[in-house]
């Protein structure tokens, strides 16, 4: 019994059956390509990833034995990675397959440029890859490129490339960058840098280590409103443009009363407008021709509330203003000698006035004497000087009203230099038209134009 026993426990006798379990993956079912029908500026990458969906109901990344394809025309794309490059301006089919699975998504490439500002007689863009492009007048080093020489073509600024606004005024350029601090450029007879001295910058200089959220560049003066809210101005203060209640230059930021709810701003040659987060605009400095708004043409020199309405836009042109009321009327006061008001007279107005009945007015910009706007359907509208076709009308005729450009209803960004436009299209085009005498087109030439002209 024991010996029996003893063989049993001992593994004597027949051998064990043994037992092997095989364990089946689940089937896959559908793919899925993320990010979904993407939009990138030209000359940027978009990377794709994809995600398999499975017969017992779950879902995995797939990073093994996936296979990317695309014609190629708009965007290539590496088989291996899904990594896509833009090529040109369009859409672009992009497939990926696993096995026998297969889906698209489309990638659409749109144009580089995403803000523009047009000073005096130069130009700055802003690309979506955080880089800024400049041309035009550069004696004072407006352009910012490390040179005091005019260039009639588009040129990179700089190697930098967390550029996140930027505001030129007529012979002076500041910008924030991503981390919100301030830098500037340029002309600094009056203190428009910001930098404590009156010398010249070729180059972007640090202004400060605050944090800045909104900028505006006048035609020798600057206001910026601080990431807390605050108002701060600093450069030319002849006319009380900077609001602090005198007519001295500052050469360094200094602030503007105690509020803390700035939004906006904007700077003409020598006003200053500006809003307030309940809606509140308010207008200080040269009021010779009513452009502050405030009624009585004498100068002002502290912010003082305009009207009591509420607002959503301003902008200061050379000695005219325009604003849009939160019900999307646009409304217009100061000197109107060219018709830069667009009431169809040419007589000066010392407060706020409705232009035409409609309101669907979207964006607004001013320039020396021409004023636009875009209406919310994407329709663009321009009145006032056109002695060098900054109207865009194809003509050189003076226009007392909104004149609409072209059928196009596509515009996004609008910007009016002294004599010049700029502008972009939802699609990310650069479009420009306007004196050219310094190359502040930046198409390689010095010719004006009077129509709206694309920029590769």
Not at 195 to 217: C, E, H, M
């Amino acid at each position: 019994m024991f010996l029996s026993l003893c063989l049993a426990a001992c593994g004597g006798g027949k051998d064990s059956a043994s037992t092997t379990t095989t364990t089946t993956a689940p089937a896959l079912v559908s793919i899925s390509i993320s990010p979904a029908n993407p939009t990138i500026a030209l000359g940027l990458t978009q990377q794709f990833t994809v995600t398999g969906s499975y017969a017992d109901g779950s879902s995995a990344a797939i990073t093994k034995d996936l296979v990317w394809s695309s014609p190629g025309a708009v965007a290539s794309i590496v088989q291996t990675t899904g990594l896509a490059t833009s090529k040109t301006l369009g859409t672009e089919t992009i497939t990926a397959t696993s096995g026998k699975i297969s889906n698209t998504t489309k990638l659409v490439v749109q144009g580089p440029y995403v803000a523009v500002t047009a000073g005096g007689s130069h130009s700055l863009v802003l690309k979506a890859n955080g880089s800024v492009i400049s041309s035009g007048l550069n004696r004072t080093g407006q352009l910012g490129n490390g040179t005091a020489n005019d260039q009639s073509a588009m040129a990179a600024m700089g190697t930098v490339n967390t550029w996140a606004q930027i505001a030129a005024g007529e012979f002076h350029t500041v910008a924030l960058r991503t981390d919100a601090s301030l830098w500037s450029w340029g002309f600094n007879q009056n203190g428009q840098l910001g930098d404590a001295s009156f010398v010249d910058k070729l180059n972007p200089t640090k202004i400060g280590t605050a944090s800045w959220i909104a900028i505006a560049a006048g035609k020798s003066h600057t206001v910026g409103i601080k990431k807390d809210g605050t108002l701060w101005a600093w450069g030319r203060n002849f006319y009380a443009q900077l609001g602090d209640g005198t007519v001295i230059d500052r050469v360094e930021p200094v602030q503007i009363g105690i509020a803390k709810n700035w939004t906006s701003v904007a700077a003409g040659a020598g006003h200053t407008l500006a809003r307030r987060a309940d809606g509140t605009i308010w207008g200080w400095g040269s009021n010779l021709n009513g452009q502050v708004g405030t009624g009585p043409s004498t100068t002002v020199t502290t912010p003082t509330q305009i009207g009591t309405a509420t607002w959503v836009s301003i902008a200061a042109g050379q000695n005219h203003s325009l604003a849009i009321r939160a019900d999307g009327a646009l409304f217009t006061w100061g000197a109107n000698d060219q018709g830069q008001l667009g009431n169809g007279a040419l007589s000066d107005r010392l407060n706020p006035s409705q232009i035409g009945t409609q309101t669907n007015w979207a964006s607004i910009s001013a320039g020396s004497k021409h004023s636009l706007a875009v209406k919310s359907d994407g329709s663009l509208w321009a009145w006032g000087a056109n002695e060098d076709g900054q109207l865009g009308s194809g003509n050189n005729q003076t226009q007392l009203a909104p004149l609409q450009i072209g059928d196009t209803k596509n515009w996004k960004f609008i910007s009016a230099g002294l004599f010049h436009t700029l502008a972009i299209r939802t699609d990310g085009s650069l479009w420009v038209w306007g004196r050219n005498s310094d190359g502040q087109l930046g198409d390689g030439k010095r010719v004006s134009l009077n129509t709206p002209t694309v920029l590769p």
